[in-house]
């Protein structure tokens, strides 16, 4: 199926070339990585959103790469052992918890990514995140008796914004205790 997400990736104006593998990270977790060669600078946040709607989930890449060209061998096939590893990490600047809700969260964020500083407008999804994934952030955050659907988590990509929906989701199921 990785020939399919490819064809894909190729049909976007500006991409010239593409190809996903898996791979596994240092959890034994396999994950899609889609290298992609295109003549600008591409937003992967608009091709995630996109092969969102054209894909299924278990078929979206964790990571999307620009890289110049793909490597490929004497007999012309491409070169996997070449191809980059994924560096996982954030390009946003580090915005620290602000909240005990926050510290949990960043908390189960890295520890389900498997990164090692994670700030609380860091994107899930850019960081690797994905369906099955969110089912692990909402097992992990239950355990701090924050309830939290994969919708959520889906829905509201950072910590920030998913604390923000919890507190006021708290607040409007608020009732009047009077007599």
Do not use: W
């Amino acid at each position: 199926e990785t020939k399919e997400i490819e064809n894909i990736l190729r049909s976007y104006p500006s991409v010239t070339d593409a190809v996903v593998i898996a791979r596994k990270n240092k959890n034994a977790d396999a994950y899609l990585c889609a290298y992609i060669v295109a003549s600008e600078e591409i937003e992967k946040f608009m091709i995630r959103s996109d092969l969102q709607k054209r894909l299924p989930d278990y078929m979206i890449p964790a990571f999307i790469m620009q890289i110049e060209q793909i490597p490929v061998t004497r007999k012309g096939k491409v070169n996997i052992a070449a191809l980059p590893e994924v560096s996982v990490h954030s390009e946003k600047e580090y915005e620290p918890a602000r909240n005990e809700m926050e510290e949990y969260a960043v908390t189960v964020f890295q520890e389900v990514l498997g990164v090692g500083k994670l700030g609380i407008s860091d994107d899930f999804f850019e960081l690797g995140g994905d369906s099955i994934k969110a089912i692990r952030v909402v097992s992990k955050l239950r355990e701090y008796q924050i309830q939290v659907s994969i919708k959520d988590i889906m829905q509201y990509r950072t910590v920030k914004e998913l604390c923000m929906h919890l507190n006021n989701r708290r607040n409007d199921t608020q009732c009047e205790q009077g007599e």
